[in-house]
């Protein structure tokens, strides 16, 4: 007779779910911050901007307007996914038809919609690392197969094409990164991208999904995309979203631009896990893809200079290594120099021993590199304000200096 399960007893893919780490710091300094600890959280990758005023305006319409508080099409409006066409269009020189536009509730779905649609068990995915954290743990969902491929701050955190050459095998379904990257701020040159090409069109079964939500925080003057090559177009998926250039991360809005097979595949996902996105939030995103916000600009103007100040504060402890990172809002940093070193009778073995002793004695929320598969390092968020980040760092220091041999 076969034994039931206990009432109590969660599916294996959940157990097997690990919580998003840059969530879960950012849940330990909010318990802190709770019970009257000053903390300053650099954890979290989300501007501290306000969303910009034509944007609210636009919602704010829409909601008087009593139109739009119905349910959307499953991929989202005609009207906004054609601005999302001319968008790829002005600022990409990409050319897409509404069909192939998904409008999601955030970047993350449109990442969860193209691996579920693709992935089968046993599938290997490739992702150069560091790497977001939400990829890995998604492909495990899907029952597919990580493959990381590794990169350090002495190759600025940057894979070369036989790195790509070398990880494939029959097996190979996928192959995902981020350009500007979360978490090193890492920006792919169209010469390097390039070179990643012509390994890639060989392997007619890889698709190749790029994460391009940081495009405009980036500051080498020109984003470039690999769906610009032309033998790569009907197996490129590009994610973009208004989270971090339009400072919309509680506006819930991400999107893909994909060959029709697999939009068409993404849709039928979406459709039966939430449908479309808020209504007024995709009526608010029509004005922010159309207008040239002078907000956004500001914004990538303070994000330089923040990056600067950080670097150059940094730069003053010892033992710590990193590169200056050409995008997003990051900089990722070496601590393994403090391995073996120790504080009340506890060793700071790994990043996350690092980040738990910061955030316990500097009262510093910061994410370790294990998140995003990159054990030696931790993640600085500097879209903070500049008082914010010379205090944070400041305590760092002194935190830094206690540790012993």
Not at 307 to 323: E, S, V, Y
């Amino acid at each position: 007779m076969k034994t039931l399960a206990h009432p109590q007893t969660l599916s294996d893919r959940i157990e097997n779910l690990t919580e998003s780490q840059t969530l879960a710091m950012s849940k330990k300094a909010r318990e802190l911050i709770a019970k009257g600890v000053d903390v300053i959280n650099l954890s979290l990758g989300e501007p501290n901007f306000p969303t910009p005023e034509p944007i609210v305006k636009a919602a704010m319409d829409a909601l008087q307007a009593r139109k739009y508080t119905y349910y959307t099409p499953v991929s989202g409006y005609l009207d906004l996914r054609e601005a999302i066409c001319e968008k790829f269009k002005r600022d990409n020189e990409l050319s897409f038809t509404p069909e192939q536009i998904i409008v999601s509730t955030g970047v993350k779905q449109s990442v969860a919609n193209v691996i579920l649609s693709v992935i089968n068990p046993g599938d290997e995915v490739l992702i150069p690392s560091p790497y977001w954290v939400s990829y890995n743990t998604l492909i495990q969902l899907a029952e597919g197969v990580c493959k990381t491929i590794p990169s350090s701050v002495d190759t600025h955190f940057k894979i070369d094409p036989q790195q790509i050459k070398d990880a494939i095998t029959p097996r190979t379904r996928m192959l995902i990164f981020s350009s500007p990257c979360n978490p090193s701020g890492t920006v792919l040159s169209e010469k390097e991208l390039a070179a990643w090409a012509e390994v890639l069109k060989e392997h007619e079964n890889i698709v190749i999904v790029s994460d391009e939500i940081y495009e405009y925080i980036n500051f080498t003057g020109k984003h470039h995309s690999i769906g610009s090559f032309q033998e790569l177009r009907d197996r490129v998926v590009i994610l973009n979203g208004l989270s971090k250039s339009y400072a919309m991360t509680g506006w819930r809005l991400g999107y893909m631009a994909a060959p029709l097979w697999i939009a068409k595949a993404c849709e039928k996902v979406q459709g039966q896990v939430t449908s479309a996105t808020c209504s007024i939030t995709q009526r608010a995103a029509i004005v922010a893809l159309k207008s040239k916000l002078s907000e956004t600009d500001d914004m990538l103007k303070a994000y330089l200079r923040r990056r600067d100040l950080m670097a150059g504060l940094l730069k003053k402890i010892p033992g710590l290594k990193f590169d200056i990172p050409q995008g997003a809002f990051y900089i990722f940093t070496d601590v393994s120099s403090y391995f073996g070193t120790h504080w009340n009778g506890k060793k700071i073995l790994s990043a996350e021993d690092m980040s738990f002793y910061l955030l316990e004695k500097a009262h510093v929320a910061l994410v370790p590199g294990e998140a995003f598969g990159d054990p030696n390092s931790i993640r600085f968020v500097y879209a903070a304000e500049d008082e914010k980040i010379c205090k944070a760092v400041d305590r760092i220091e002194k935190a830094l200096g206690e540790l012993r041999r």
